[in-house]
């Protein structure tokens, strides 16, 4: 055995990623990225900005919303909002559900994200109802039918959907050990083909959120951003979705521990940030259309 790090452990000299902050300390990064998302100036005419987590059962949702209720409600308790499912255990019927983030315990933050609970693969909702969410027609805690897309007469279908009720970004959520888990052969590699064409074409900002990057396999997660094999995985993740690199996002979630980490916390609250930044830059973009102007 040699001194050579593993695959898993090799560092590029300069970071991959280069951060929009000030500081340079992973403990003052996070409490700058805090003080950037508690001042969050939003634009537009609108009480929350919404960001849809799609991906399939087992990819991290839930557990990127907890992360970022952790990372954000104060220090030395790990929070759970979200019930994250046993490795093993069933999935439930696909149901939307909106997530209120607390920052204090009066104080909530101007973000809505949605998580299609029980999403197996795309196919368990049926792609207009893909287009319906991100056009504000299917209202929070709708269960979905694969077979079918929303009623019209359904009490969770939006007649006349405004701009506070669509989707601002929308983030495709995979595992970083198998990122083409992001989708299943076939029908939903179309689907998602599809559905990414609606939402480049109405300028939807689409991120990638790569959970699970400890499963590479590294010793040390705070070198994250100069992890070479780390790198490759998004840049792998970028070219199967056609998307920038900077909009591929990886993400260390809380898992079984009891105690919070500053670098867990920090990369929720950039990833959190950024998404955040994406769907206002998307809301800012929309509200300067004057009324009618695309009638
Ligand atoms: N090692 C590791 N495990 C993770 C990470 N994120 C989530 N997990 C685990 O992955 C499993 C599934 O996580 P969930 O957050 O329930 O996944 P989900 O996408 O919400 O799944 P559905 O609700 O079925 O759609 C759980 O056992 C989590 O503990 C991570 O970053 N690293
Ligand atoms: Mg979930």
Known sequence: MGNNPSAADILEKEPWRKMPLTTTKIPDMRRELMGKIKTFQKKGNVNFLNILLLGQSSSGKSSFVNSCATALYDANRIVTPCGVLEPQSESVTARLEAHPIKISSTAFLPVRIFDCRGLHDLNGVHSDDIKNMCDGRIKNEYTFDPTLPVRSD?????????????????????????????????????????????????????LVLLNKIDRLGMKDITTIFRNKLVKETCEGAMEFMSLPLGNVLPMINYTEEQTPDSMKDFLALFNLWYMMSKANDYVGLQSDVPEGFND
Do not use: T, W
């Open 154 to 206: 359904n009490e969770k279908f939006r007649e006349r959907p405004q701009l506070q009720d669509r989707m601002h970004c929308v983030v495709y959520v995979a595992a970083a050990d198998n990122p083409k888990e992001l989708l299943a052969d076939g029908r939903a590699n179309e689907q998602l083909k599809a559905i990414r064409a609606v939402l480049s074409a109405a300028n939807i900002p689409q």
